[in-house]
């Protein structure tokens, strides 16, 4: 087994083995946006990447990419159900994201999770050389840390939340609280999106274990260990590139003639995920129709909800809800040829995900509760133009760093409605500013500022981060 002095632990590679029904499968890359984060800048650097590559049974044989190894973990039928859409995906995710879908508590769950987090630290042990670093990802490895300081107290051990982490009124209802968050301070270093979440992870250490915490700084078993903020970001060049390309201008404006060349075009691109306020948006919409202030002739709006956890109940129900009001909507209100709402359940290349971002007069992003949303850093990034407005929800991560962007809570029916139309209206001119704005932060705060800032927190020398690409910049 190669060794490597960077080892990045996530649930997921960035390769995801898509099986379809009839057996057969395609490589294709992994939704969500810690996978796009990760492979932007991981590909040049000789680090191993250590995930599940989707699918169950023995783990596949994975080529390199460019100097990252894939070393995958396999997983199997029950492990699926109970540790990945069981414990992440029906305890943790949903009380991590406000509860805003009653989170299920099983006690069978937890041994899989135990089980699942010790293959991932043992994989993560094999792969590093003596004395690496080792960076592990978001809400499904929570115990690994810990079991990987157990392994190999050699090692300096990095974790990164990509999801929010809750305030202990909700974390306290977690059946197992202590072990997590013990787990979580194997780590020298915990990285979070917000400073509110370091906030809540110094208390819940304060309160379950006792350990004395300054600054957010917890001192457990003689050692420190750190939490601070780290707000993740996108690979701005890229988005840029792809949506400067002849091909993408060209399918943007091919978008609007099939959209029927309307006056104005809302997009959204969501996860089908509960936390996205979906559903909100949509009866907003619905509303605006009812009311006469959207007409569907000048006015359509683009929803794309890519397929996601197909196999847990909570998202085949919202699936079936958002369908059905889809259809009530574009039945009330859409014409011949003219429906009110283009609904998508697929996933899009990500160059026709920028040509929908250059098509779009508003961007509509209205999660409940978001770690942080690439996808309305995607949008800014693609505007090179200057124009197109972005709606965004006040409880997404990015409402910290887009503040010209029309914040709104997605759960006040009447002002989402309201931000809705005064972004649909608003001037050129005052679009030009805000985008200019926003625009300006995501340029310097890009995926490798993020991971730059994170590794030189983590190593205090700055060796990890200068096998990064591109050109080293001042810590904020
Ligand atoms: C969120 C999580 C990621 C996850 C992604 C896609 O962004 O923070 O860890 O990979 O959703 O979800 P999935 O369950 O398909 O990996």
């Not at 995801?16 to 946006?33: F, H, I, K, V």
């Not at 202030?293 to 890519?306: G, I, N, P, W």
């Not at 290349?349 to 920028?354: D, F, V």
């Not at 508003?362 to 693609?382: C, I, S």
Request: net charge neutral; glycine share 6%.
């Amino acid at each position: 087994m190669r060794q490597s002095s960077l080892v990045v632990v996530a649930n997921r590679l960035p390769l995801d083995d898509n099986a379809a029904l009839d057996g057969a499968s395609e490589w294709r890359r992994s939704p969500g946006g810690l996978a796009s984060a990760l492979h932007a800048f991981l590909p040049p650097i000789p680090a191993t990447w250590v995930g599940w590559a989707g699918g169950v049974g023995p783990a596949p044989t994975l080529p390199d990419i460019g100097s990252l190894r894939l070393r995958p973990v396999p997983l199997s039928v029950d492990e699926l159900r109970e540790y990945y859409e069981g414990f992440a995906n029906s305890t943790l995710w949903p009380l991590y994201h406000d509860a805003v879908q009653q989170p299920v508590f099983h006690r069978g769950w937890w041994e899989t999770y135990r089980a699942v987090n010790r293959r991932f630290a043992e994989a993560a042990a094999e792969a590093a050389e003596p004395g690496a670093a080792v960076w592990v990802q978001d809400y499904h490895l929570q115990l690994v840390p810990q079991m990987l300081r157990e392994l190999r107290p050699d090692l300096l051990i990095g974790f990164f939340m990509h999801v929010p982490f809750p305030p202990p009124e909700l974390f306290m209802q977690l059946p197992r609280r202590v072990e997590l968050v013990r787990g979580l301070l194997g780590a020298d270093l915990i990285g979070f999106q917000r400073e509110q979440a370091a906030h809540n992870m110094a208390q819940l250490a304060e309160k379950l274990i006792g350990t004395p915490t300054a600054d957010d700084d917890i001192e457990v078993d003689g050692r420190t260990v750190r939490t601070a903020a780290f707000p993740v970001s996108i690979d701005v060049a890229e988005v840029r590139a792809l949506a400067a390309r002849p091909d993408v201008v060209a399918q943007a404006k091919q978008l609007r003639r099939d959209l029927g060349q309307p006056k104005r075009v809302l997009l959204s691109v969501d996860r089908l995920d509960y936390t996205k306020g979906i559903e909100h948006r949509l009866t907003a919409y619905r509303e605006l129709l009812r009311d006469g202030h959207v007409k569907v002739r000048d006015t359509v709006l683009v929803q794309v909800a890519v397929p996601s956890r197909e196999r847990v109940e909570s998202y085949r129900d919202l699936r079936d809800r958002i369908e059905g009001e889809v259809g009530r909507i574009n039945g009330e209100f859409g014409r011949v040829g003219e429906p009110a709402i283009h609904y998508l359940n697929q996933a899009f290349e990500r160059s026709e995900l920028a040509a929908l971002y250059r098509t779009a007069d508003v961007m509509v992003v209205t999660p409940l509760r978001d770690g942080m949303n690439l996808v309305a850093k995607e949008f800014v990034a693609a505007r090179e133009d200057g124009a197109g407005a972005l709606v965004l929800s006040e409880f997404a991560g990015a409402a910290a760093e887009l503040e010209q962007a029309f914040l709104v809570n997605p759960h006040d029916l009447d002002g989402l409605k309201e931000t809705l139309l005064r972004a649909m209206e608003a001037k050129p001119d005052d679009l030009k500013v805000r985008m200019t704005a926003m625009r300006k932060h995501l340029a310097k705060h890009d995926i490798v500022a993020w991971a730059r800032d994170y590794l030189t927190a983590l190593d205090h020398t700055g060796r990890l981060a200068e096998t990064l690409p591109g050109k080293p910049r001042k810590r904020r």
